[in-house]
């Protein structure tokens, strides 16, 4: 799905907070494709170490916090890069990586509840 | 997993913004369990029509938004309450459903990136 056919209502994608308004097929579809890329615990890991740095991460700096193969971590990452939410650049030996905050904050958006942070 | 093991920070689950703090392997599985009920597009907008009712909704008016079939409709409630991201109560012939809003400002939390809400 294209993210250009869905009219952006926010940085980082589309569709107001669904405690306010729901959400149609295709907004779900985008939705639900961003939270599946959270969906695995290894991912999710990932995004929270690269997002918590607060610089750059040489992907060489976080293989050693899994137990999971090098090519593992390589296909969790590009995941959540085909998901917007981390992009990253070679240099040389070393890939690394930086969140996409605006993303992040998209998908928080999606499910804050406007009555409890009001 | 019992959410027992983990110590909750907040309403509705574990674990600080993944954009200031990194977490730990029991932490990434039990916020990759919430995120997988809602990588599903059905579920997602079953939520947003629970979430935006504004009050608690009879499953015999959910079911007209979607092509697919009751049973379909009621295993995506069920995980959906299993996830802990609604509930609901059996009313004579139907059953009504309402968000945990607690739990869905919780999974936002978890993504909110405070340089960019503050």
Redesign the interface.
Known sequence: MSKQQLAPTAAGGCCAP????????AQ??E??AA??A????????L???I??AGDEVCVCDISPHFDVSGPTISHHLKVLREAGLVDCERRGTWVYYW?V??R??W???????P???A
């Open positions: 669904i405690a306010t308004t729901a959400l149609d097929a779900a579809a939705g639900a939270f599946k959270l969906a695995d615990p290894v991912r999710l890991r995004l929270s170490i997002a918590s969140p905050r605006e992040m904050q998908i928080s958006d999606l499910l804050a509840v009555a409890l942070t």
